[in-house]
């Protein structure tokens, strides 16, 4: 049976049976082309009973040297939620309060939050027949866009502490993606505050329009992000980095790049 081996920081050999990485970066690809079908997905349950998050994230970066595009991995987040149904809880049953992925947690948390408002404000003004500057609900957007920008120390921590650490691990393909996502949210954030800004200076069908689409990809797109991040990032950061001292140097990066305005004082 061919095997693939990781040499972590401690100097363990650990295996990971390569035949497992090929069964399933074949189901993702299948997934990714034909959608959830009922015969992929009693396929996919199968296979991932013995399934780790370390090996989801192996197969997932087969994909990227493949020469897949990342951003089509995004399209994944069903099979995902098959795969790791129960996974954050077991990841927060080994972690204390004030870890690094404590916190990065409880911040998604408050993010999923804001997500939810946007979700139901912006239904609240398609539904309006006319503009209204008495409506709260336009201070609203603006004020929703500014919190889910004010999440950016929430990603560098990630990017510049986090994503390092796995990296030289040789675990670079759900990296890549996470950063890749990451620019593309800051550009439709900034988008979104931009636009609720200027409502009074456009058509409002046309802001209508503008704000279901941006509003609409945001939170598809960063719940889908948060989902990979808890269930298939974090587990593997767990799994592959066992040594306190390199959480402990993580953490201390985290300090120095700084947190969010909302997040809790308990988890800093």
């Known amino acids: 049976m061919e095997k693939k081996r990781f ?17 399933l970066t074949e189901l993702l690809r299948n997934l990714n082309e034909k959608g959830l079908t009922d015969d992929l997905k009693k396929k996919g349950l ?80 398609i539904n309006m027949e006319a503009y209204d500057k008495n409506r709260e609900e336009f201070k609203e957007i603006v004020k929703l866009a500014n919190s889910l920008l004010s999440a950016e120390p929430h990603h560098k921590r990630e990017e510049d502490a986090l994503f390092p650490e796995l990296e030289i691990r040789g675990i670079t393909g759900p990296t890549r993606i996470m950063r890749l996502e990451h620019e593309d949210l800051r550009k439709k954030k900034r988008s ?32 889908d992000h948060i989902y990979k991040e808890n269930y298939i990032l974090y587990p593997t950061a767990l799994e592959s980095i066992d040594d306190k001292n390199n959480w402990s140097n993580i953490k201390e990066k985290c300090d120095k790049i700084g947190y969010c305005d909302f997040t809790p004082e308990e988890c800093k």
Do not use: W
């Not at 040499?7 to 069964?23: A, H, P, S, T, Y």
């Not at 991932?48 to 991995?73: C, K, N, T, Y």
């Not at 999923?112 to 139901?120: E, P, Y």
């Open 46 to 125: 199968k296979l991932v009973r013995s399934i780790s998050p370390l090996e989801l994230s192996m197969a997932e970066q087969s994909l990227v040297e493949e020469g897949m595009d990342p951003s089509e991995l995004r399209h994944l987040c069903e099979i995902h939620m098959l795969i790791l149904k129960g996974e954050l809880e077991k990841l927060q049953g080994k972690i204390s309060e004030g870890h690094v992925l404590h916190t990065l947690i409880k911040e998604h948390e408050l993010i999923l939050g804001f997500l939810d408002k946007l979700d139901l404000t912006t239904k609240n003004i």
């Open 7 to 23: 040499i972590l920081d401690n100097g363990i050999n650990r295996e990971v049976k390569e035949d497992k990485i090929k069964e």
């Open 192 to 223: 979104l505050r931009d636009l609720g800004e200027s409502v009074e200076n456009i058509d409002f069908n046309e802001y209508k329009e503008k704000l279901s689409k941006l509003s609409n990809d945001i939170c598809f797109e960063l719940r």
